[in-house]
């Protein structure tokens, strides 16, 4: 299996994605299920599904703020859920305000903590949001 990133872990277990799970994908790259080394075409949530785990590609601040605040209800119903969000990397040399400080920033806001960092690919990284556990039910 190709890996990205020190660890040697692939991308599929770096994300937590597991059989099963219902998973939403927001601004997917077109080589995702190449990075996964998996289709996971099966497990994309249907319309109107609660994703256990959302993966959010985002270009900027302006879009990060906007798609997280579309995910606010899913974390109420389902305060198990998995977001990782996902930004250009500096290497990238793609112009971005995304930093994890500001996804970071936003969480802590926003009844969010941040567990987990990631290589993704040679150009995203990721950062691993959940709800705190004090704050499930």
């Known amino acids: ?8 872990t692939p ?8 059989p099963k799970m219902k998973v939403m994908v927001i601004n997917m790259p077109p080589d995702y299920y190449k990075l ?3 289709d996971i075409a099966d497990q ?3 319309k109107n599904a609660i994703p256990d785990l959302v993966h959010l590609f985002v270009k900027d601040k302006k879009e990060f703020e906007a798609e997280m605040k579309k995910l606010k209800a899913f974390c109420k ?4 859920i998995t977001i990782w969000a996902s930004w250009y990397k500096k290497a990238a040399k793609i112009e971005t305000d995304m ?4 996804i970071r920033n936003y969480a802590l806001k ?18 691993k949001l ?8």
Not at 110 to 127: E, H, Y
Request: hydrophobic share 40%; with cysteine; proline share 4%.
């Open 1 to 8: 299996m190709a890996t990205v990133g020190y660890s040697g």
């Open 11 to 18: 991308l599929l277990n770096k994300l937590g994605i597991k």
């Open 36 to 38: 996964l080394e998996a």
């Open 44 to 46: 994309l949530c249907k």
């Open 77 to 80: 119903q389902n305060p198990n």
């Open 99 to 102: 930093t994890e400080d500001v």
């Open 110 to 127: 926003n009844d969010l903590v941040d567990v987990k960092v990631c290589a993704v690919s040679d150009i995203w990284s990721g950062l």
């Open 130 to 137: 959940v709800v705190p556990l004090t704050k499930r039910k």
